[in-house]
């Protein structure tokens, strides 16, 4: 059962574009959702997460968009920039109640931002 | 650098050897985690520890798969009697549970391939 349904698979934006990357969940338990960003043979890297008592979070160029009733969540990276190409990961966790706090990832997304 | 280190960082082995990893958490974090990520896939939870003791172990990982925290510091993977189906990257991340969100940081992996 895949808990956190990414897409799209991958992604080409031309530089001074919209990145925009959806995330869909089906456990309503899950509290906490964050970003991450892996470069090839890279761990992955935390940019920006969420708690579901806010629908919108702004870091920079990096925006998290979330729909409580809809179980969905997106990123959104405005001026893409060449250097943003990577693979993203979304992933949600259940962060209360004595959980042990492991995060299910996506299958990811490889974004390419074309100079 | 102060973030999370993994040992080695490649691995090369044959098919029955057993093999072991090592993670050094970030300072004060005392929260351990292992995941294990294949090629095109997001990072899949292993283990995790509070301290030295180990609270959740995930069905992927066998009997042939161990995990240690000794002193609540680094921690260590092993695994016996490889096999070809172990070969990925095996990723460690820790966190502070005096912030407000269970923050993951990951380590730069493990690559494993057993021939």
């Known amino acids: 059962q895949q808990q956190v349904k990414q897409s799209p698979q991958s992604l080409i934006v031309q530089k001074g574009g919209i990145s925009i990357i959806n995330c869909a969940y089906e456990n309503t338990a899950f509290d906490y959702f964050p970003w991450y960003q892996q470069f090839p043979g890279k761990g992955p890297a935390l940019l920006i997460a969420i708690r579901p008592d806010v629908s919108e979070k702004k870091e920079g160029r990096f925006t998290i968009s979330f729909n409580k009733s809809a179980k969905q969540f997106s990123l959104h990276i405005m001026d893409s920039q060449p250097g943003d190409s990577a693979t993203y990961f979304c992933?949600?966790?259940?962060?209360?109640?004595?959980?042990?706090?492991?995060?299910?990832f996506g299958k990811g997304t490889l974004l390419t931002v074309n100079p | 650098d102060t973030g999370v280190s993994q040992d080695p960082r490649h691995k090369i082995t044959k098919r029955g050897q057993n093999v072991t990893f090592r993670c050094d958490p970030i300072?004060?974090?005392?929260?351990l985690y292992w995941y294990r990520q294949t090629l095109g896939q997001g990072p899949e939870f292993l283990t995790y520890f509070q301290n030295e003791a180990q609270l959740e172990k995930s069905r992927l990982l066998s009997d042939r798969f161990s995990a240690e925290r000794p002193k609540g510091s680094f921690s260590t993977l092993e695994i016996q009697r490889t096999e070809q189906g172990d070969s990925a990257m095996y990723l460690c991340?820790?966190?502070?549970?005096?912030?407000?969100?269970?923050?993951?940081?990951f380590g730069p992996g493990t690559r494993l391939t057993v021939l």
């Open positions: 991340a820790s966190s502070d549970p005096d912030r407000v969100y269970n923050e993951q940081f």
């Open positions: 300072s004060e974090h005392n929260r």
């Open positions: 992933a949600a966790s259940k962060d209360s109640g004595g959980s042990n706090y492991k995060l299910t």
